[in-house]
C-alpha cells in the first residue's frame, strides 16, 4: 500500500508565498519522477511543475520563475514553493509520484489534493 500526503495549502494574500509538501510513504521500492498538477474549478486538471529522480525539472509556463519544485530522495517528499502567487494560482493542487513498490507493481501515484487559494 502506497500513500502520498499532502500539506501546506491555504489562503494567502496576492503576492503572497506557500510551500506545499508531499510525502510518498508504504512498500516503496524506487521513486521515479514526481510532481505537481492543479485543478481550478470548472477547468481541467493541468500540470504545474514536475522533477526526475535525478532533479531534471519541468515547469508550466505560467509559473516559470514563480514556482520551485524540489525533492529529498530520502524522504521521498517533494516540495513546490510558490511565490509572487496570483489569483489565478487558486486551485486544488495534487501531487504525484511514479514509483515501484516493493511488490515490484510501477505506477503513478496520487495524493488527495490540498486547496491554495489566493485573494484579498
Known amino acids: 500500500q502506497v500513500q502520498l500526503v499532502e500539506s501546506g495549502g491555504g489562503l494567502v494574500q496576492p503576492g503572497g508565498s506557500l510551500r506545499l509538501s508531499c510525502a510518498a510513504s508504504?512498500?516503496?521500492?524506487?521513486?521515479?519522477?514526481m510532481g505537481w498538477y492543479r485543478q481550478a474549478p470548472g477547468k481541467d486538471r493541468e500540470l504545474v511543475a514536475t522533477?526526475?529522480?535525478?532533479?531534471?525539472?519541468n515547469y508550466a509556463t505560467s509559473v516559470k520563475g514563480r514556482f520551485t519544485i524540489s525533492r529529498d530522495n530520502a524522504k521521498n517528499t517533494v516540495y513546490l514553493q510558490m511565490n509572487s502567487l496570483k489569483p489565478e494560482d487558486t486551485a486544488v493542487y495534487y501531487c504525484?509520484?511514479?514509483?515501484?513498490?516493493?511488490?515490484?507493481?510501477?505506477?503513478?501515484?496520487w495524493g488527495q489534493g490540498t486547496q491554495v487559494t489566493v485573494s484579498s
Open positions: 508504504g512498500s516503496i521500492f524506487s521513486t521515479n519522477a
Open positions: 504525484t509520484a511514479n514509483l515501484q513498490s516493493v511488490a515490484g507493481l510501477r505506477m503513478t501515484y
Open positions: 522533477i526526475t529522480k535525478g532533479g531534471s525539472t
